[in-house]
């Protein structure tokens, strides 16, 4: 295993996310195969994996009861814990007592490793920076008491977001958890995100390498392609070594849903192979490629802002379509979407739409965009 240091200790760079723990039965996200979850918890552990990541809302609540329960049968000592507070849901925001609370009950420990802001996003950023909720500051009194060792955010948010964030609350975080892959580092702006970020002089932990499963398997063409340059490495290793090429990563996350998985990425990480410039341009060009061929080609240009008689920012819908129907046709599970249009008041969002065309006659891109938004609406309907 690959370690990083960070601050005065040492982290093992893949790190297992507890989101998508095995389940038994069906339709129930939240029965957890237990037998199976800790069999995968004893081989991270036993193969020099430290760093374990769970959330309040994660396999409705229970991941943190599955997870705290297998790491208890081993020194407190050996492992390091990371939770969240589930800001996700504006319903919570008043109260990060209460549930810091009962996080602690669930996991069985007397304090957190790590803790983070969750889901930093256009939904959720003002009542994040608003400070009747305390948020911050109960957040930091726990960090004084020694129930918090390291504070720090996740975030999903566009870049405009997060700067938002950071110009309040970056002084104050020690770590930044970003949705980093080969697709999203033009795709979702990361490459952009990463400099803020790096700007602040915040360390990166890595969420999503593989999309959600997605960068597990290419097309035959693209395959082919990567074999060319690094014939020993399996396809998914590739998403990996992404990150791996990527300075001031600590952590990276892996999502993993049975034993098979783990041991394919525990495998990755028993050495670093970044990539070469060249490695770097092919790879980049896999994905430019396969968004293109799932998505609506708006260059932002913003001609048709002085046309739409509704005022709708089409741009920017256009690029949270894009984001939603690339996700959703590949499997994932599309949340992004629909949590930014949630800070879109409803008369500025698709649905708005009177598909007068007028934005369209001036195109240069000649996108039928009241068609799309049409079936924008309908997808999130569906979702």
């Known amino acids: 295993m690959i370690y990083k240091d ?10 297992m996310g507890a989101m998508r723990l095995p389940t038994v039965g069906s339709g129930s996200n939240a029965r957890i195969d237990e037998t199976a979850a800790e069999k995968m918890i004893a081989y991270a552990v036993e193969h020099g994996m430290n760093y374990f990541d769970t959330a309040w809302g994660y396999h409705n609540g229970q991941s943190e009861i599955v997870l705290g329960k297998a790491l208890s049968k081993y020194s407190r000592e050996t492992w390091f814990l990371a939770d969240k507070f589930p800001g996700y849901d504006l319903s919570n925001m008043g109260k990060v007592g209460e549930i810091f609370e009962e996080q602690l009950k669930r996991c ?16 959720n950023i003002d009542a994040y920076l608003d400070t009747q909720y305390n948020i911050l500051d109960y957040l930091l009194k726990q960090k004084k008491n ?23 609350y970056g002084d104050k975080m020690e770590f930044g958890q970003l949705q980093l892959n080969y697709i999203d580092w033009v795709f979702q702006g990361t490459r952009e995100k990463v400099d803020l970020i790096n700007g602040y002089h915040i360390p990166i932990w890595v969420m999503e390498p593989m999309r959600g499963g997605q960068l597990s398997t290419l097309s035959e063409e693209n395959s ?3 074999k060319k340059l690094r014939p020993e490495e399996n396809i998914h290793a590739w998403a990996f070594r992404f990150i791996q090429s990527i300075p001031n990563v600590v952590v990276t996350l ?58 709708l920012d089409i741009p920017n819908l256009l690029n949270l379509y894009n984001e939603h129907c690339f996700t959703v046709t590949r499997g994932g599970l599309g949340f992004i979407a629909p949590m930014a249009l949630m800070s879109i008041p409803k008369e500025k969002q698709p649905k708005a739409c009177i598909a007068c065309r007028r934005c369209e006659a001036v195109c240069p891109q000649q996108i039928k965009i009241s068609e799309a938004m049409v079936d924008f609406v309908s997808k999130l309907e569906v979702t």
């Open 224 to 226: 082919k392609n990567l």
């Open 6 to 15: 960070f601050k005065n200790i040492k982290l093992s760079a893949l790190g």
């Open 108 to 123: 069985g420990v007397e304090y957190f490793d790590f803790y983070l802001f969750h889901n930093v996003c256009e939904m």
């Open 254 to 311: 892996t999502g993993v849903s049975n034993l098979e998985q783990l041991q394919e990425n525990l495998v990755v990480y028993q050495e670093e192979k970044p990539l070469s410039q060249s490695e770097m341009d092919t790879l980049l060009r896999i994905g430019e490629s396969m968004v293109q061929k799932e998505t609506l080609p708006c260059t932002s240009c913003r001609y048709c802002l002085d046309y739409c008689p509704q005022h």
């Open 146 to 168: 020694g129930r918090i060792h390291y504070l720090g955010f996740s975030a999903h948010g566009s870049l405009d977001v997060m700067t938002r964030f950071c110009e309040v």
